[in-house]
């Protein structure tokens, strides 16, 4: 495995893995990988020839009262990760390499799927997401990249984003991986105590009862996302923000539950703001 830090390294190296006639993985991260961030790199190590993780803590995402600084960090963990799943190249670029002008005047936004759930709760963050990403895939050439669907709602956003502008990247959603008490895995849990990640799991419990309610027949959107409430409710050291039920495709919310549906819950616990979503058929 190499780690390189440069943009023109990338692309040298994957000019030259597709000349010899391999598929480049591209995994995009920023950082303090966890089992869920190396699932990603085995899915990508079963499709490619070639697999880059990319290492960077993208500061456009960031809104000003939020954790850029205190973002947790461990490059050498990290490599140890990547290297144990099989990568060939990791990028760990600086924010000079990535910036070099400083302020950027160039911003990607997708509209209508960036304006609502965290687009909402964190103005501008998608934005930063959808640049950077932007910027990712234009260094990476053609490849497919691997992003996990515990992010369901960047997800989405990447993949319209890669459609729309005509990249050439697949971008390919992998299932969510979890703790034994269905946590689902972040960098963020490293903010958790022993005590609140126990507590933390109450996310996937509200989603399964909202589950369980569609499963039962329940069809109001707002009875759906009221059981998903009242079980964040019974939880002390979790505080809600939202729990929300849409189309699994278009995001948009309606008054009855029709098709496949994606349920998504956000909900502080300690310090740390969690988000985690699952998927259920309405009919």
Do not use: W
Request: some cysteine.
């Amino acid at each position: 495995m190499e780690l390189v830090h440069t943009i023109a390294e990338v692309r040298a190296r994957h000019d030259a893995a597709r000349a010899a006639g391999r598929v480049v993985g591209l995994v995009p991260t920023m950082g303090f990988l966890h089992d869920g961030h190396r699932s990603l790199m085995i899915a990508a190590g079963a499709e490619c020839g070639f697999v880059t993780v990319t290492i960077f803590v993208n500061p456009l995402q960031f809104g000003p009262n939020e954790d850029l600084d205190a973002y947790p960090r461990d490059l050498e963990g990290d490599l140890k990760l990547a290297e144990g799943a099989g990568v060939d190249l990791v990028f760990a670029p600086t924010v000079a390499e990535m910036y070099p002008d400083g302020a950027v005047a160039t911003s990607v936004r997708v509209n209508g799927l960036a304006d609502q759930l965290e687009g909402a709760s964190r103005p501008g963050h998608f934005d930063g997401v959808a640049t950077v990403v932007a910027k990712l895939f234009s260094i990476a050439g053609a490849c497919r990249a691997y992003f996990g669907e515990k992010d369901y709602q960047q997800l989405q956003i990447v993949t319209r984003m890669a459609r729309d502008l005509s990249i050439p990247v697949q971008v390919i959603g992998c299932p969510t991986i979890r703790e034994p008490h269905g946590l689902a895995r972040s960098s963020r849990n490293a903010y958790l105590d022993g005590v609140e990640r126990q507590a933390a799991g109450v996310l996937k419990r509200a989603l399964d009862a909202g589950v369980g309610a569609i499963d039962a027949g329940e069809r109001a959107t707002d009875a759906v996302e009221a059981r998903m409430a009242e079980v964040i409710a019974g939880e002390p050291r979790a505080a809600l923000d939202y729990a929300r039920v849409v189309d699994a495709s278009s995001l948009e919310r309606r008054d009855v539950l029709h098709g496949t549906v994606r349920l998504l819950i956000a909900a502080r616990v300690g310090a740390a703001r969690l988000i985690d979503n699952v998927g259920a058929q309405a009919g």
